[in-house]
C-alpha cells in the first residue's frame, strides 16, 4: 500500500530520521521547491546531548523534546510521517515502511546510529542504552527501583550491589553522566534514604582506553579523570566488560566489580536501512563523496553518524557527534537546491567548531579550536551552547528554570517512577 | 517476610496512600512521637487536578508529581515504602504487601478512588482512564497516534473518526477536558496537520444527568453548557452510554457517536483495601465516625474518597474531592496526637471551602461560599488556587512558564509520542 501524501508536480526529497542532521537539512529545505517527507520513528526530535539529564532526573523529557510538526507547521509542501522505515529500493526509488510504500525523487538517508555491543550478546540483552528518551526514562526509573529495592535489604552486600552503577564507556557520555550521579550520591541520596548508607554507593566507570574522553586533548582528559576522582566515581583505564550477570561485571583483568545497572555508553554504529548493498558500507557506515551523495547511487545521499564521509584526516568517516550532522544537512540542502537550479554542486567540508563535555557542578572541559578551558568557564560556555542548540522558546527557559533550581538548591525534583522498568524476559 | 523498617519504641502509624489525604495527614506529623511509614504503589504525590493537562500536552507529567521522599527527606522517624497493600488483617494489627508484611499500631486508609464502570465491563475493557500520570500519558500518546494514522487515511469516515474523541462524564475532570481539546483542535491542530481537515474532528461530552457540573449551581452549569457550546463541543446531557466497538458508542437514546478514543470522566469509586468487611462498608466507602475511625476497629482510620463519612448534608459521604482529604488528613493528625496525649478526640467538621472548574482560556466557573464568579475573573482564581496547591517551588514556576506560553502563543508543545500506547490485548 502506498503513504498517502498529497500528489504534486515537486519533486520529492524523502529524508529518513529527525535528528542533528535530518532536521538541519530540512529546515534548509523550507521555501524550496521540493515536496519533503520527514519519516521518523518517533513523532519528536529529541536533543541527544542531554539525556544523561533525563537519566538522572535533572530535566523532564518533555524539555529536550519538540514535535516535528511543530518546527513543519509553517512550511509548505513539507509532510511529517511517523514509520519504521524497513527497507530501500534504490532501483526503483521507493522505500517500504511501517505504514507502507514511498517512492522518492531523492533519498537522504540521516539514520543515526544505534549502541554498539561489539558482538557481546549477554551485555547487549542485559544493559541499559541511552540513545532514545525512553531509554533515558528507563534507566531513571531502574536507578529509583534499585535504591527502594536495597531499602528492603538487610543484606550489606546487597544493598551495595543495589545502590551501585557501573557506566561502560569513558566517553562525554560516559563522563556526564558518572559526574550527575556523583552528585546525585552527594546532594540528594543521603538525604532521601537516610535508611540506607549511601557512602557504600559506587559509581564505576570502565573505559577501554588509556584515557577518558579520547576525542579531547590529555589535558582535557587528564582534567576530566582528576576531577571524577574527587568526587569519588572510581574510573578504571585500560579495561574492557567481559561479562555482566545483573550483579557483578568481570572485566579484562578478572576483577568483578559489583552494580545493580549496567549503563552501555562504549560505543554507537551507524544504523544503516536494508537494502543498500554491503559494498557500499565502510566501517558499518554508508560510504558517500564529497557531496555527501552514496557512491554509484545517484539520487540517495546520507549525513551524520550513518553517512562515512572519508578525509585524509578523518580515515574512517568523520566524528559521530551532532556537529558533522548539522553541518552535512545545511550543505545538502544547498546542494539539492543548486541541483535543481541546473548548478553543479559543492563539496562538502567539515569545520570543526569545538568539543565540550560537563563534568558536574562549575566542572566542563571545553576545547575550541586552539582555545582550552576547563572548570567553572568551561561549564558556563557549555551552559550556554546548550541552551542555545535546545530548540523552541519554553524549552529553553524550562532547561533553565531547572538548572537553576539544580544548582542553587543542590536539587534534582524528578525523581519518578512514572512508569516502573521491567526487564525484557530473555 | 517483614518489611525492612528500623525498629524503635515508638507507636508506629501506617498511611496507606499518599494523595491529598494521606499527604496533608503526615505533614502535619512531621514532629510527632509517632514513627510513621507511608506505603504507596507510586514513589511519587500526583496533582490530580491537573491531569488532564498533561493528557493534552499543556503540561509536563514531572510538573505536577513530587517525591515522596524529598517530601519527607528532613522528618525524622517516617519511612517510604513503595508498595502495593494487598490485604489487612485488623485482628493481628498487620498489613501485607507486595514486598512483605508490615506491623502497625494505628492504621490509616487514604487509598482514594479508582474509576468506576458501574459493571459495563466492555468498556471498561477498552476506555481510557485518567486516574494516574502514566493514564494520561497513555491519552495523549493515543490522540496523537490516532491523527498520525488519519493522515494516513483516504476514507473520510474513517478519517473523522480517528480525529474524533468522546469524553463520557460531566463532571469539572470531563469539562476541562473538553474544553482542552476544543482548544487543541482550534489553535494547534490546523497548523500541525495541514492535510487533515480538522473541522470535521468531533468532541463529544456526554453526560447522563440533566445538567453539566452537578456539584455546582445551575448558573455555572449553564454557563459551562453555553462555553462549550461556543467552542464547538457536542454536549449531550440526559445520555448515556451503552456501548464501545472501538469507533463508535451507542447511546441510551439509540444514537451513534464515531469517536477513535472514549475517555472515561464518568465516575469513580473507592479504593477499599482487601480485610475489611462488607458489613463496615456503605455505599463501597468504608464507614467512619466522627474521628474518622472505622467503626468498631479503634486503631483504624479512613479518610478522603475511600472513606463514608456521612451528615446529615452528605448522606452518602463527603464529596469525593481534594478538599474533604486534605481537611481530613490535617485533622486526623491532631485527633492521634492528642490520643497520645491522652487528651480526647475531637470530632471532626468538613468546611466547604468552594468548587470551581476551568473551562478554556479565560473561562471558568468558580463559587466560594456564595460568592458566585464566571469567565476571567474565575479564571484567574482558578489559576491562583491550583499553582498555590502544587508542591514544590520549582514545579510552580515550570507551570508558570508553560501556562504563560500556552497563553502568549497560543501553544502546546508537549506533543510528543514517548511511549506508543498500545491496547492491551483481550
Not at 511543530?70 to 513539507?78: H, N
Not at 534514604?193 to 582506553?209: G, K
Not at 575550541?368 to 524549552?395: D, E, P, S
Request: glycine content about 8%; aromatic content about 8%; charged content about 25%.
Amino acid at each position: 500500500m502506498r503513504v498517502n501524501i498529497p500528489e504534486t508536480s515537486r519533486k520529492r526529497i524523502v529524508i529518513i530520521g529527525g535528528g542533528f542532521g535530518g532536521l538541519n537539512l530540512i529546515k534548509q529545505l523550507r521555501n524550496s521547491e521540493f515536496q519533503v517527507v520527514l519519516v521518523d520513528r518517533q513523532n519528536y526530535h529529541a536533543f541527544q546531548p542531554l539525556l544523561y539529564q533525563v537519566a538522572t532526573a535533572g530535566l523532564e523529557p518533555g524539555s529536550i523534546a519538540y514535535p516535528f510538526r511543530k518546527i513543519l507547521s509553517d512550511y509548505t509542501e513539507v509532510y511529517f510521517r511517523m514509520a519504521e522505515v524497513t527497507h530501500v529500493d534504490t532501483s526503483n526509488k521507493k522505500i517500504e515502511t511501517s505504514i507502507g510504500t514511498m517512492n522518492y525523487d531523492y533519498l537522504v538517508m540521516a539514520t543515526g546510529a544505534t549502541s554498539n555491543f561489539f558482538g557481546n550478546q549477554s551485555i547487549e540483552s542485559i544493559a541499559m542504552r541511552m540513545k532514545t528518551i525512553a531509554e533515558a526514562l528507563d534507566i531513571r526509573s531502574l536507578m529509583l527501583q534499585n535504591l527502594e529495592r536495597a531499602t528492603l535489604s538487610s543484606d550489606l552486600k546487597e544493598r551495595e550491589m543495589l545502590m551501585s552503577t557501573i557506566i561502560v564507556g569513558g566517553g562525554p557520555t560516559g563522563v556526564e553522566l558518572a559526574g550527575a550521579l556523583a552528585e546525585l550520591k552527594k546532594d540528594i541520596l543521603p538525604k532521601d534514604y537516610p535508611d540506607l548508607d549511601i557512602r557504600s554507593m559506587d559509581i564505576h566507570l570502565v573505559e577501554a582506553n588509556e584515557r577518558l574522553l579520547k576525542e579531547m586533548s590529555e589535558e582535557s582528559s587528564e582534567h576530566a579523570l582528576e576531577s571524577l576522582k574527587k568526587m569519588n566515581v572510581d574510573v578504571w583505564l585500560n579495561t574492557r566488560v567481559m561479562d555482566y550477570d545483573g550483579a557483578s561485571i568481570t572485566t579484562s583483568d578478572g576483577r568483578k566489580l559489583s552494580g545493580g545497572m549496567l549503563i552501555w555508553a562504549a560505543g554507537v554504529k551507524a544504523q544503516v536501512v536494508e537494502g543498500i548493498a554491503s559494498e557500499k558500507l565502510a566501517g558499518g557506515r554508508v560510504k558517500v563523496n564529497a557531496f555527501n551523495q552514496v557512491e554509484g547511487l545517484e539520487d540517495v545521499y546520507a549525513i551524520g553518524d550513518c553517512a562515512a564521509f572519508i578525509t585524509a584526516e578523518d580515515p574512517r568517516g568523520l566524528p559521530m557527534l551532532a556537529q558533522p550532522a548539522m553541518q552535512q544537512g545545511v550543505h545538502l540542502a544547498k546542494n539539492l537546491i543548486r541541483a535543481q537550479q541546473g548548478k553543479e554542486m559543492i563539496p562538502f567540508h567539515y569545520k570543526n567548531l569545538g568539543t565540550m563535555a560537563t563534568i558536574g557542578r562549575n566542572k566542563a572541559v571545553t576545547e575550541l579550536g586552539k582555545v582550552k578551558l576547563k572548570g567553572w568557564f568551561a561549564w558556563i560556555t557549555w551552559l550556554f551552547v546548550h541552551v542555545y542548540q535546545l530548540i523552541g522558546f519554553r524549552n529553553k527557559i524550562v532547561v533553565i528554570v531547572n538548572w537553576a533550581q539544580n544548582y542553587f538548591r543542590h536539587s534534582r525534583d524528578l525523581r519518578l517512577i512514572i512508569r516502573p522498568f521491567q526487564r525484557p524476559r530473555g
